[in-house]
């Protein structure tokens, strides 16, 4: 069993959703995000997102741009980025998702990458802007020898084709994201989400994670009643940017990180908004 499959079965057992953070790596520099990363792992992280910094990041909002500039411009690449995740790894004990676009691996080697990132640790690869036609011809079955999960996208405008396709080129878990466009904080999670969810859940047999968007523990309550893990990203980034400047920026980081970590494992919130989607949660559950 993969070590995302043994976390979302120990999720279930405890009836809950996996909490799911992001940060950009190498922002503003790697031992901050050494730090930062030993510190999610404390507040409650259940697997951790580390993403790739990379110049053109279509799918990511101005914050995760910004932290992708900031972390290019220390001069960030992704092999240092996997000899850091080589070095902490032992330290951390929950799974690790590198999340990258694709032209960083391609100037690696689809090869090289993949004897790297699983030598370093690494459990599960999303690409992106690489989808499963294209992963099967070079690196997702490179992956899958070494035995690392090869996370897919979902949005809410993808069909059964599409769903079907990821579900069978995929392994680990289907990121959905949670409404069409970049990432980035908003103030409500999207009407049609319950909806949507319950369709990818039926046709998929791998846990799914919604993402995109996510920020406040409201959110995040509400969203674990719908799906099998929750990721935060934008609002992390951007607390860990803004309190840089105070006494113990890790430790506001941290707090807030643990605070997302427990509305995936509290009673959820009620109220009109959340009130709906709980309503919505006896169908989004299959299998």
């Known amino acids: 069993m993969s ?10 057992a405890e009836e809950r959703a996996a909490f799911v ?6 922002d503003p520099d790697l031992d901050a995000t050494e730090r930062l990363l030993l510190a999610l792992a404390r507040a409650g992280a259940d697997a951790i997102e580390i993403g790739v910094p990379f110049s053109d990041p279509i799918a990511d909002g101005p914050v995760i741009q910004a932290a992708s500039e900031r972390a290019l411009a220390g001069g960030v690449t992704l092999a240092r980025i996997l000899a850091r995740v080589a070095h902490l790894r032992g330290r951390l004990g929950v799974p690790l998702v590198l999340f990258s676009y694709a ?29 499963p036609e294209e992963a099967a011809e070079e690196l997702g079955p490179r992956l899958a020898e070494r035995g690392v999960d090869r996370i897919f996208l979902l949005a ?24 069409a466009g970049v990432t980035g904080e908003r103030e409500a999670l999207a009407a ?33 009643g719908l799906a099998d893990g929750v990721v935060v990203g934008s609002a992390l980034v951007r607390l860990a940017h803004d309190c840089r400047d105070e006494p113990d920026p890790v430790a ?30 006896s169908g989004a559950r299959s299998g």
């Open 21 to 26: 953070p992001f940060l950009v790596a190498g």
């Open 3 to 12: 070590a995302l499959a043994d976390l979302f079965a120990r999720c279930r």
């Open 252 to 281: 506001l980081v941290e707090e807030r990180a643990r605070q997302l970590a427990a509305a995936t494992r509290r009673e959820k919130a009620r109220g009109p908004l959340l009130g709906r989607w709980r309503r919505g949660r």
């Open 192 to 224: 049609e989400l319950p909806r949507q969810l319950a369709a990818v859940r039926r046709r998929v047999g791998l846990p799914v994670v919604v993402g995109f968007g996510i920020s406040t523990p409201e959110q995040v309550a509400a969203a674990a």
């Open 103 to 131: 032209n960083p691996i391609l100037a690696l080697g689809a090869e090289r990458f993949a004897e790297q990132a699983a030598a370093s640790g690494i459990d599960a690869v999303l690409v992106v802007d690489l989808p």
């Open 156 to 179: 809410p405008t993808s069909g059964r084709e599409r769903i079907d396709r990821v579900a069978k080129a995929g392994s680990g878990f289907v990121y959905f994201v949670s409404r």
